[in-house]
């Protein structure tokens, strides 16, 4: 955190178990879930993101109905400023999507 502004980077879709979704829908349920934690943990919310960029492996067109379909879910109505950067790959080959953020603190 600096000034009140929290700097979120490597949200991925690893659930607690390690375990990781086969689809891109359930990734992007499981990234929203681990970033809406470590949110709420510093004090604020998926309302107070200022800018949010995904990255998405071997990233389609077709897949921008899903990210958008998720992310407005999530931050139910709230816009913040955001990019989409289409990747080669990620850290693990299983894993499709990841998110960093800034956001406020509340």
């Known amino acids: 955190m600096q000034d009140g502004l929290l700097l979120l980077s490597g949200h991925v879709p ?27 943990h510093a004090g604020s919310s998926p309302q107070q993101i200022a800018r949010m960029t995904f990255y998405v492996s071997d990233y389609r067109p077709e897949q921008l109905e899903a990210i958008r379909t998720a992310r407005d879910r999530w931050l139910k109505g709230h816009a913040p400023a955001s ?5 080669q790959a990620l850290y693990r080959p299983d894993v499709k999507v990841e998110i960093d953020a800034i956001a406020v603190q509340r």
């Open 83 to 87: 990019a989409l950067i289409g990747v």
């Open 14 to 40: 690893v659930a607690a178990d390690g375990s990781v979704s086969a689809t891109l829908e359930g990734q992007l349920e499981q990234t929203f879930q681990n970033l809406d934690a470590t949110l709420r």
